[in-house]
């Protein structure tokens, strides 16, 4: 099943550079576990009010509950409000494989 997770990440006060940093290198990695695995599969960046954190991601996951692990499995969740919207295939999509 896939999801589109709207992420929005808000850097708490106090937080150095090095900390920003280091937490971005090891979300970095993460993401590409989970797409080395098939969870992700794409991450856009939306229009950004300056100074914000905001990425919408398409994960794949067997349900709510695998997609929740997943998300918590990802650092910058310390940082993060996640949005999930659960996605149905559309008859008319347009990459739909033929039947």
């Known amino acids: 099943m896939e999801f589109l997770v709207d992420m ?3 850097v708490p006060e106090g937080a150095t550079d090095d ?3 280091d937490m971005r290198a090891r979300e970095a990695t993460r993401a590409a576990e989970l797409v080395a695995q098939g969870n992700l599969l794409r991450l856009w960046r939306p229009p950004l ?4 954190w905001r990425t919408w991601g398409l994960f794949d996951a067997d349900d709510a509950d695998q ?4 998300l918590a499995s ?3 969740r310390a940082w993060r409000q996640d949005t999930v919207t659960p996605l149905s295939p559309h008859p008319s999509d347009p990459g739909r494989p033929a039947r």
């Open 8 to 10: 929005v990440t808000s």
């Open 19 to 21: 900390e920003v940093a």
């Open 49 to 52: 009010a300056p100074g914000q």
């Open 67 to 70: 997609l929740e692990f997943l």
């Open 74 to 76: 990802m650092p910058l």
